[in-house]
């Protein structure tokens, strides 16, 4: 695991947008793509990007980490409705070569293997992650199991609270999700979680130098053999090891990478 500590949001995004650019150049790239707030910054360098002709999503395949249940087709905040406004309306992605999971399924436990099974096939090059409150990853609430698959799962109060802020109101949050499980997630080749704030310090610590254990979610990253771990000062102040994560940083081999 490599934790980089940047100077703020927008270098964040930088980062983040230079590890989807690299999986970009590949021959048939397939790109995991979060929600949430945080990933926003990371997908309007990727525009800028792609406006300017420094890179193209032309050959690439696309995945969502999780959909909600139960939203009327067409609703604004389904997240293949948030993924296609805040990235893919912007860019020269095939909308067909966007994949979802499929939550109106009459048998939704078999389109959610159905989606796995996907994911295993297409293989994911590289996975936007953020973090949640509690240490979440997707909607991989704490006490998920570190081996779990693409699945339904119902969400806490706190995190539907923590969503309200794209609803009317919390009510109009839905109760259950299909999410990527913490196993399924693993498949990825690079893993990008990315995390600003004061907000996400508690968190970030927890997932990175805490022990791995479900009742952080996140901390399954540290068994993932490439994970970059992209955080603002702000969100690094709890990190015990933020002066190594600097010096390690500073004096990388500049072919290298993330």
Known sequence: MEVVIAEDEDAVARLAADAVAAALRRPAPVIGLATGSSPLPTYRELIARCRADALSFRAARA??????????????????????????????????????????????????????????????????????????????????????????????????????????????????????????????????????????????????????TASCPASVLQLHPHVSVLVDEAAATELRLADYYRETFRHKPGWQGL
């Open 63 to 212: 995945v969502t980490l999780d959909e909600y249940v139960g939203l009327p087709p067409g609703h604004p905040q389904s997240y293949r409705a948030v993924i296609r406004r805040e990235l893919v309306d912007h860019v020269d992605l095939d909308p067909d070569h966007l994949f979802t999971p499929d939550v109106r399924a009459d048998d939704i436990a078999a389109a959610c293997a159905d989606y796995d099974r996907l994911l295993t096939d297409l293989g994911v090059d590289v996975q936007l992650l953020g973090i949640g409150a509690d240490g979440h990853l997707a909607f991989n609430e704490p006490g998920s199991s570190l081996g779990s698959r693409t699945r339904v799962k119902t969400l806490t109060d706190r995190t539907r609270h923590d969503n309200a802020r794209f609803f009317a109101s919390v009510d109009e949050v839905p109760r259950h999700v299909v999410t990527q499980g913490l196993a399924t997630i693993r498949g990825a080749g690079h893993l990008v979680m990315v995390a600003t704030g004061a907000t996400k310090a508690g968190p970030v610590a927890a997932a990175v130098e805490g022990p791995v």
